[in-house]
């Protein structure tokens, strides 16, 4: 499975983004999603995860609200829309693909490149 992620900017306080993370492989529309976000000097954190079909997600409390996680299997592509970004959402996101939607990193079996988010105040 591999994962690719592309969306990242620069976008001013209050403004939105759409990250997409196309996933390919046979057998790619099985695995749960997740979007992490890894800021400067700071461990990798889990902000949104969505299962194989799209009918559940899971959101960290710092992101409830303002972003939203869907897929879209038929084009192998998993979508993190973020609204009424903040300065302290600036960092590198990237797409993982694992068994079952979980909030630490070493849940998930793999990962894409990352794309780098800057929200300007």
């Known amino acids: 499975v591999q994962l690719q992620a592309s969306g990242g900017g620069l976008v001013q306080a209050g403004g939105s983004l759409r990250l997409s993370c196309a996933v390919s492989g046979r057998t790619s529309s099985n695995y749960a999603v997740g979007w992490f976000h890894q800021a400067p000097e700071k461990g990798r954190e889990f902000v949104a995860g969505i299962n194989w079909n799209g009918r559940n997600t899971r959101y960290a409390d710092s992101v409830k609200g303002r972003f939203t996680i869907s897929r879209d299997n038929a084009k192998n592509t998993v979508y993190l829309q973020m609204n009424s970004l903040k300065p302290e959402d600036t960092a590198v996101y990237y797409c993982?693909?694992?068994?079952?939607?979980?909030?630490?990193?070493?849940?998930?079996?793999?990962w894409g490149q990352g794309t780098q988010v800057t929200v300007s105040s």
């Open positions: 993982a693909a694992g068994y079952r939607i979980a909030p630490m990193p070493n849940e998930y079996n793999y």
